[in-house]
């Protein structure tokens, strides 16, 4: 069976030069990028040349990039990090309803020691309101912490304004920009962020690999102790294949981002417009154009977005109802649920996310199979018929967001 | 479209199911795996009990790879906090003791599970039970018979399947002891070949009852008292949903002979014991019905019956009571009918049918 791929918001294929690349520091050049001789000096190079790539893709400088394991490390040392060093200014951190687990429970995490946060709420299109951000913060606010582009529905955020207004205040900003880097354009400098994670295999790097981007003179603390790698912040043995991985993906992503963003934004803008107007009772969710270029999600009314991602995988097709890091459970997203989407038409929903081996076939043999799929799915479901008619309006006051 | 048959195996990990599904593979139906999340995947896990568990999902999983089928985790924790679990704690508020197990049989295993099963554009279910499904041409229906292993039979908690489910359902263990199955499954080269059987209530940690109802409803653990036959008190009771009819120890009473418990009473918040000879009634009156082998029974019937899932079957006369009820009047005195508990009828290997024991009549 043929198999395509649409999930690209939970993983990306290795790019085969990058492979290459890594693979080299695993067999050939295998020294520990700290020993003193020439293995170790040819290890410590690649280092320091990924650490140029990663910093170029985003206007920072080499000095301000800190690799990690991936997103979840760098949000969590971002996070903790700023709040553990910087407790005698205050203990109030705001972040938003709609973030990645990695920071929602990071800021849980806190709560439980001395610190208090404040969850912002999104509009309709899942983004969050500078009015909102204006009025939480606090004398006591030290960080405010809000995601470049969200993992479920590709929502951008207004980064820059937040950046700008978290510099006036004297705050730290950190963005979880996990699911931008490489597939959207980024500035530090221009968009005012002080911290930024990412992660190497959303954009065509191994898992296993990220960095955090940290602007000279933020006060951050580290979180795990031993050697004194990058700059005594993180300790461990680098990971010189992911790190030459990580810089690799980085620097083609550089060249292509141009290219990719107008891609991607054409598949992206076909899938969104046939679906919305060959399939009845269909909802998308997220801005409809202050979104990631790969990114398209729908409510599919009167379905269950678990049997709908079922029927797509029998059918060779690899998609997903949102984010695929609760294994197993398919219970409404919070991000849905945050946008208003009753528990309904949350349970309804479909993500797909695009990548540039993705073809125009592929996207008309999804065009073609999904309609089936929907049909087939409603003539079975009770709600169907009786309602489809009417309008899905059923608050439930029970929902709870993380 | 392909011409075999897709069918959705419900897996749970255990020998049994594993092996149903190497074998409609080996027959060459076009087999999907699936495994029911009915629990919270979030709870720390360290023991394997359920048979639902994480640990549960890792080995069902493998068992799908190494059968190179497709396999999911379908999330059925709403629908199983609502038919099993609440249920659960509603009847043992009500002086009954539930049988969950028949509930997530009927309500998740079977019908929720053949809705997702459709969806998926499959055409059967198969599970791992030790029952037969049949089609009887000189009845024009479904039929549901016990297993050839009668020491692991399992169709008394399939009684609620009916003409719609049955054609739908395969069992393939059915044909097979679980001694073969066993055998079978070393053949095929599955891991959980010699995978002990799972025993408890999968959602009561550690068969803790008491524990359970405490944070789940802590109302119906009310303390009352424990008396005899005639009404006098013998002594306190901690609850009623932690005593069950039949019950002799931990009744924490020195009364010079053996009691034992007879009845609860939940409009007096009562345990009633007596003596062993007071444990046993010929009569129950019975609701909830389902027929497989008729549609409805008009008119006394003798059958042999069994009353819970352990006890042997009895022959008795079953008789409508014109208000969906059921009398079922045994030849002789059964020991410890337990209003909850399910009773099915049997005619040889055929299950006619059952229903939910209401109350017992002395």
């Known amino acids: 069976m043929k198999r395509i791929y649409f999930d690209h918001s939970a993983t990306t294929p290795v790019d085969k030069e990058v492979a290459a690349a890594a693979l080299e520091y695993m067999t050939e050049k295998f020294g520990n990028a700290s020993s003193i001789h020439g293995f170790g000096r040819e290890a410590r190079k690649a280092v320091d040349e990924a650490r140029e790539k990663v910093a170029a893709l985003i206007g920072a400088t080499a000095n301000e990039i800190f690799f990690t394991s991936g997103g979840t490390e760098g949000d969590n040392l971002a996070i903790k990090g700023v709040a553990f060093a910087n407790r005698k200014k205050g203990n109030h951190i705001i972040t938003s309803a709609i973030e990645h687990h990695a920071v929602l429970h990071t800021c849980e995490y806190l709560e439980k020691h001395g610190f208090t946060v404040t969850y912002l709420p999104v509009d309709e299109y899942g983004m969050v309101r500078i009015e909102d951000v204006k009025n939480a913060i606090t004398d006591k606010t030290i960080l405010i912490t809000i995601m470049m582009a969200n993992n479920e529905v590709g929502t951008i955020q207004p980064v820059k304004e937040i950046g700008r207004l978290a510099r006036e205040k004297g705050i730290y900003f950190h963005t979880d920009a996990v699911q931008a880097v490489g597939n959207y354009p980024i500035d530090v400098q221009e968009m005012n962020i002080d911290l930024l994670a990412m992660s190497g295999h959303k954009f065509h790097a191994p898992k296993g690999i990220g960095a955090l981007y940290i602007r000279r003179g933020v006060r951050v603390e580290a979180l795990q102790h031993g050697g004194g790698h990058e700059r005594n912040l993180r300790a461990g043995t680098e990971n010189v294949p992911g790190i030459v991985g990580l810089g690799k993906a980085a620097e083609i992503a550089k060249q292509e981002m141009a290219k990719k963003v107008t891609y991607l934004g054409k598949l992206r803008d076909r899938i969104i417009s046939e679906v919305m107007a060959k399939i009845p009772h269909v909802k998308l969710n997220g801005h409809p154009v202050e979104r990631l270029p790969g990114n398209a999600n729908f409510s599919f009314l009167f379905i269950e977005g678990e049997s709908l991602l079922l029927n797509l995988d029998l059918k060779g097709i690899a998609a997903s109802s949102g984010s695929a890091c609760t294994s197993g459970s398919l219970d409404p997203s919070h991000v849905l649920l945050a946008m208003g989407l009753t528990h309904e038409v949350a349970h309804g929903s479909l993500r797909i996310t695009l990548g540039r081996g993705n073809t125009a076939e592929e996207v008309d043999y999804f065009l073609e199979v999904l309609p089936e799929i929907i049909d087939r799915l409603r003539a079975m479901s009770p709600l169907f018929g009786e309602s489809a008619n009417t309008v899905v309006n059923n608050p439930c006051s029970e929902c709870h967001m993380h | ?362």
């Open chain 2, 1 to 362: 479209m392909t011409a075999k048959p897709k069918v959705v195996v419900a897996m749970s990990g255990g020998v049994d199911s594993s092996l149903t599904a190497a074998l409609l593979v080996h027959q060459g139906y076009d087999v999907i795996g699936a495994t029911m999340q009915i629990w919270d995947s979030e709870r720390e896990e360290t023991d394997d009990r359920g048979c639902c568990s994480l640990s549960a999902v890792g080995d069902a999983r493998r068992v799908a790879d190494k059968l190179g089928i497709p396999y999911y985790v379908l999330n059925f924790r709403q629908l199983f906090q609502e038919t099993v679990v609440d249920y659960f704690v509603a009847e043992y508020a009500a002086g009954r003791t539930p049988n969950p197990c028949i509930a997530c049989n009927r309500y998740v295993k079977f019908e929720g599970l053949l809705q997702k099963a459709l969806a998926l554009g499959a055409e059967y279910v198969a599970t791992g039970h030790y029952a037969r499904i049949g089609y009887d041409d000189a009845r024009g229906r479904f039929l549901l018979r016990k297993g050839v292993d009668q020491t692991k039979d399992q169709s008394y908690a399939l009684y609620h399947l009916n003409q719609r489910t049955l054609k739908h359902f395969l069992m393939p263990l059915g044909e097979y002891t679980k001694a073969e199955t066993r055998q079978l499954a070393r053949e095929a080269g599955l891991a959980v070949a010699d995978k002990p059987d799972s025993q408890e209530i999968c959602f009561v940690p550690d068969d803790d009852y008491q524990s359970f109802l405490a944070a789940k409803a802590p109302a119906s653990l009310k303390p009352g008292d424990i008396v005899d036959t005639h009404g006098r008190v013998l002594g306190r009771h901690k609850g009623l949903p932690l005593y069950t009819v039949g019950q002799r120890k931990g009744l924490g009473i020195a009364a010079g002979r053996p009691l034992y418990v007879v009845a609860l009473d939940t409009d007096r918040n009562q345990v009633i014991v007596g003596d062993d000879n007071d444990v046993f009634a010929s009569e129950l009156i019975a609701g909830d019905l389902n027929y497989i082998a008729f549609d409805e029974l008009t008119a006394p019937l003798s059958a042999a019956v069994k009353i819970r899932y352990s006890a042997r079957e009895a022959p008795a006369l079953i008789t409508p009571q014109g208000d969906g009820q059921v009398r079922v009047s045994f030849e002789t005195p059964q020991r410890a009918i337990t209003p909850g508990q399910s009773v099915v009828f049997y005619d040889g290997d055929i299950v006619l049918g059952g229903g939910i024991i209401g109350k017992v009549v002395r």
